[in-house]
Nanobody
Framework: QVQLVESGGGLVQAGGSLRLSCLAS????????MGWFRQAPGKEREFVAS????????HYVDSMKGRFAIFRDNARNTVYLQMNSLTAEDTAVYYC?????????????????????WGQGTQVTVSS
């Protein structure tokens, strides 16, 4: 069993930055592919970014490349999402997820069939 707890959300002005963190419980964090997703009001949850267990492979949704960066620290059981140049369209609840199987690209599949665990989410609100 893995428990995921997101933090770092909040209110930020357009053009600003935030760094989200996702702390995982358990001693097997380094074996999981990790990902970030988001869900805006009235919209489906969508994939944002993912990272392999070693951190060597990363995958991003095209619209966020260059603005968002995912990285992890296996010694701290934490995965991060650095978000820059935020716009009002980035307002959403951001979730992290863990997958025991599948590569980072697989986490981008609709409804993430490989995702085994989800966090409760952290709210990001960007004011314009």
């Amino acid at each position: 069993q893995v428990q995921l707890v997101e933090s770092g959300g909040g209110l930020v002005q357009a053009g600003g930055s935030l760094r989200l963190s996702c702390l995982a419980s358990g001693r097997t964090f380094s074996s999981y592919t990790m990902g970030w997703f988001r869900q805006a009001p009235g919209k489906e949850r969508e994939f944002v970014a993912s990272i392999s267990s070693s951190g060597m492979l990363k995958h991003y949704v095209d619209s966020m490349k260059g603005r968002f960066a995912i990285f992890r620290d296996n010694a701290r059981n934490t995965v991060y999402l650095q978000m820059n140049s935020l716009t009002a369209e980035d307002t959403a609840v951001y979730y992290c997820a863990a997958a025991a199987r599948g590569n980072p690209q697989a986490m981008a599949l609709r409804n993430c069939p490989f995702c085994d665990y989800w966090g409760q989410g952290t709210q990001v609100t960007v004011s314009s």
